[in-house]
């Protein structure tokens, strides 16, 4: 790309879904972003579209604009993942499942069209930035159960170690299931103790290999 994104064009990238890349918008403004490959058409129908790597760069880079003399309001219709423990967690039911399993299959077609070869057996760069959110989409994805109110489940935080996450769960049974599914998904996982609390948890980081 010669020359930054149109304002139009940036607003397109900016509501960009924030996991699977998938945009909205009218047709010239999204053929517009393909010319200049910030965007692609998904070859099988409903022929979305989606950012590319290059496209993610920009969405997270600050807009040339002003400072606001107010906070924003908050964004709504943004998918954001379980990690557990939240306290205004999105209500359960079919229209979750609906989106979790939309944001999942996002997901590995942004692996797809981002891998040389095709393969969607291992993270993207995408979920390498995002580790916490990546890591909790897998697990919700696959139906594991996170944690919030009275419910126990899984919590995804952060971690000072670079590209990894940590997964907390009410027992052991628990803490294996996630293993599984984070290895499935193309993570290594490690099950560890802590020392203070001497409670078990996962080490999670995507595998590069």
Do not use: N
Not at 71 to 86: D, K, L, M, N, Y
Not at 107 to 115: A, K, N, Q, V
Not at 188 to 205: F, I, K, M, N, V
Request: aromatic letters at 4%; charged letters at 25%.
């Amino acid at each position: 790309m010669t020359r930054p994104p149109t304002a139009a064009q940036r607003r397109v990238i900016d509501a960009a879904d924030p996991v699977t890349g998938r945009l909205r918008g009218a047709q010239a403004q999204l053929a517009a972003l393909v010319r200049h490959g910030l965007a692609f058409r998904h070859p099988r129908p409903p022929h979305d579209h989606f950012l590319t790597p290059a496209g993610h760069r920009i969405r997270e880079e600050p807009a040339r604009t002003p400072p606001p003399t107010e906070p924003a309001p908050a964004a709504s219709g943004v998918f954001t993942a379980r990690v557990g423990g939240e306290e205004d967690a999105p209500a359960a039911g079919p229209a979750r499942v609906r989106e979790v399993h939309s944001a999942w299959q996002g997901l590995i077609e942004l692996r797809r069209m981002t891998r040389p070869d095709g393969a969607t057996d291992l993270p993207c760069g995408w979920e390498r930035t995002h580790l916490v959110q990546a890591a909790a989409l897998a697990l919700e994805a696959a139906g594991h159960l996170p944690a919030g109110g009275d419910t126990e489940g899984y919590r995804v935080r952060a971690t000072p170690q670079p590209e990894a996450v940590a997964v907390r769960g009410p027992d052991g049974e628990t803490l294996r299931a996630c293993a599984a599914t984070l290895e499935k998904a193309g993570w290594q996982t490690g099950e560890h103790t802590d020392p203070r609390t001497r409670a078990r948890y996962l080490l999670a980081s995507p595998r590069r290999a």
